[in-house]
């Protein structure tokens, strides 16, 4: 069974840190690509954060560079993305997702998401 467990989010002032965690099993993680995406009241989901699935390639969203870092753990099968100088903005429910393009001897897309957890800045 495939499981994406989100934790980390909370209430943090601006200006603030959290980590989010997403832990994953029931598939093999290192072949996957992740991505936090967040998704903020009235506005559409929103790609903040990527990491493919040999650490090489990071992207970030405008509004991320310079303050969030994303990683990976390959052994332990989990993924984070570490929030820094946190705004108002960033006021958010986040979600961990985890992708293969290609997988299995069917080559298939595989998508999987965490439920989401809430991140919100404010004094």
């Known amino acids: 069974q495939v499981q994406l467990v989100e934790s980390g989010g909370g209430l943090a002032q601006p200006g603030g840190s959290l980590v989010l965690s997403c832990e994953t099993s029931?598939?093999?993680?290192?072949?996957?690509?992740v991505n936090w995406y967040r998704q903020a009241p009235g506005k559409e989901r929103e790609l903040v954060a990527s990491?493919?699935?040999?650490?090489?390639?990071?992207n970030y969203a405008d509004s991320a560079k310079g303050r969030f870092t994303i990683s990976r753990d390959n052994v332990k099968n989990i993924f984070y993305l570490q929030m820094g100088n946190l705004k108002p903005e960033d006021t958010a429910v986040y979600y961990c997702?985890?992708?293969?393009?290609?997988?299995?001897?069917?080559?298939?897309?595989?998508?999987?998401w965490g439920q989401g957890t809430q991140v919100t800045v404010s004094s």
């Open positions: 990491l493919s699935h040999g650490y090489a390639i990071r």
């Open positions: 997702n985890a992708v293969c393009a290609r997988c299995g001897p069917q080559n298939l897309r595989y998508d999987y």
């Open positions: 029931g598939f093999t993680f290192s072949n996957y690509a």
